[in-house]
């Protein structure tokens, strides 16, 4: 569980970057519920991305937010409008390991462009960094610009391609 927002990760020295009643902070156990839901709703929004189907194969859905958020390497932030949760991230990465994992980021469709996903990532790279990491790592699906463009923002680039084809029938 995050231990806290990282102070280094955005510069509020203007006051906060969000309009009134918007935040970004550190999960807690009471946004378990709307977490659980949030999950739901982006699982839902990939079932009929290219490349969604194997995704969802492959990354299984947290489920258990509450077993979740204890666990030392598992980090979580939550993009929050007027009390409601619109948006998280979760990051896995252990004090000392030199990379960190993104392994789900996803903001409601009517919250994006207010910058939830840009401070998400920045406080998962200075967790990262202050947990002795040099490197963040993550995925995009083939055609999610918005992803692509949230990563590319922060100086995250691909490095890798995976391709692949079904081929028992």
């Known amino acids: 569980m995050s231990d806290g927002f990282p102070a280094s990760a955005v510069d509020t020295s203007g006051g906060s970057p969000f309009p009134e009643g918007c935040e970004v902070r550190s999960v807690r156990l009471d946004d378990a519920g709307q977490l659980a839901e949030l999950e739901t709703e982006a699982r839902d929004a990939l079932v009929d991305a290219r490349g969604g189907a194997s995704l969802l194969e492959e990354q299984p859905a947290v489920g258990d937010w509450v077993a979740l958020m204890p666990l030392p390497e598992m980090h979580t932030w939550v993009a ?13 990465h252990a004090a000392g390991d030199p990379t960190g994992i993104v392994d789900q980021v996803y903001v409601q469709p009517e919250a994006r462009e207010i910058g939830f996903g840009d401070v998400m990532l920045a406080a998962a790279i200075c967790c990262i960094r202050d947990g002795g990491g040099m490197r963040v790592e993550s995925f995009a699906l083939p055609g999610d610009r918005d992803t692509k463009n949230l990563y590319e923002r922060a100086g995250v680039t691909a490095r890798k391609i995976i391709v692949s084809k079904r081929i028992d029938g």
């Open 80 to 92: 929050v409008i007027d009390g409601v949760v619109v948006g998280y991230l979760v990051l896995r």
